[in-house]
């Protein structure tokens, strides 16, 4: 059948009939199908487990990343208060990036969780799947002869040879997706070390290149915000930068300067 | 007849459902010709749900053939300009 997919089973077809060509004995014909399913069985653990692996790894990104968020609107406070409003900047800039990465992170472990969980039932279904063609395997090779065992192993096959290649492709696309999340992890590991405050909040080597590439993608809107609200808890709202908010409240400016307001 | 959706699981349907599903699949292979993403998501969907509606689930324990495989569920844009194309479920 042609069409969408079709040639999805037409290679499991091919397959199976290339694998029946080849063989004399029927008998030996099923029993190594039935080797090469419980392989491809150990295949979807290993499977499962990489999944595992790559969320415990996204997890780890994501406690650090709640870490950095903390640490970096701290830091970007004490540049406030020193009067060091470019760092300031910068840190929130940084911070607001973190968060973004943080909620796409988040999604990423949940989209996981669930590659995980169906992977699991897919194996599930492949076990049953396999100890039907065991118990058939044995009932062709006890009644049929071998003209009419090609037949019945071909049905059979099949039928398990689909369940197989499906199990391999819902594999395939839980392997892409999980690299997919891995690279963007390494790379957020490498903008971090790269671009880090250390603890003096003075900027690490290559601060020039992250810094564009924050600017760029950090929303700078959200960064003012940020830094005005920031001000304005500081108190500094007659800071000598000309940069500041206008509009800011009169409650927020220093009081000992001034005598007579109420 | 029996259905596959890809990843998921096996479907045995009514085969008046033949027809429905290839008017569904035509339609997805007009929108993917004509670029429309959307429409093409919302057709897919449609036929997804149909099939799993309409059909009933093949035990774990059956060992069947597929008359007709649907792509993964979660099967992109770009993804489905491959498979998406040419004859539909029933050849013309």
Known sequence: ?262 | MIVRIATEDQYRLPDEDAERLNALDNDAVAAVEADDEDRFHAIFEEMLQLVRTDGHRLGDDELEESDVIIPPPDLSFSEAHHEFNGEGLIPD
Do not use: C, H, W
């Not at chain 1, 915000?225 to 007659?238: N, P």
């Open chain 1, 1 to 262: 059948m042609p069409g969408i997919a079709g040639r999805f089973s037409t290679v499991v077809k091919a397959k199976v009939s290339k694998l029946l060509d080849k063989a004399e004995d029927p008998a030996e014909t099923l029993d190594y199908s039935y080797q090469k399913q419980l392989e491809s069985l150990q295949n979807v653990k290993k499977g499962i487990a990489d999944v595992v692996t790559a969320k415990k790894r996204l997890q780890m990104q994501s406690d650090k990343l709640e870490q950095q968020v903390v640490k970096l609107d701290t830091q970007a406070r004490q540049a406030l208060s020193q009067g060091r409003e470019d760092l300031a900047r910068t840190a929130l800039e940084r911070k607001q990036f973190a968060q973004t990465e943080l909620q796409t992170l988040d999604q990423q472990v949940v989209e996981l969780e669930q590659q995980q969980q169906g992977l699991i039932d897919k194996e599930q279904k492949l076990r049953t799947k396999l100890e039907q063609f065991r118990t058939k395997k044995e009932v062709i090779k006890a009644q049929y002869s071998a003209a009419e065992a090609q037949v019945k192993i071909s049905e059979a096959a099949t039928g398990v040879g689909e369940e197989m290649a499906d199990v391999g492709l819902a594999m395939q696309r839980a392997v892409d997706k999980t690299e997919g999340m891995r690279a963007r992890a390494s790379a957020m590991d490498e903008l971090e070390a790269a671009g880090a405050f250390d603890d003096n909040l003075t900027l690490t080597e290559g601060q020039d290149d992250i810094d564009r590439q924050l600017s760029e993608l950090t929303s700078g809107s959200q960064v003012e915000d940020d830094l005005a609200k920031m001000k304005a808890e500081l108190g500094q709202g007659s800071a000598p930068s000309p940069a500041l908010e206008e509009g800011a409240p009169a409650a927020d400016q220093p009081q000992q300067s001034q005598g007579g307001q109420a």
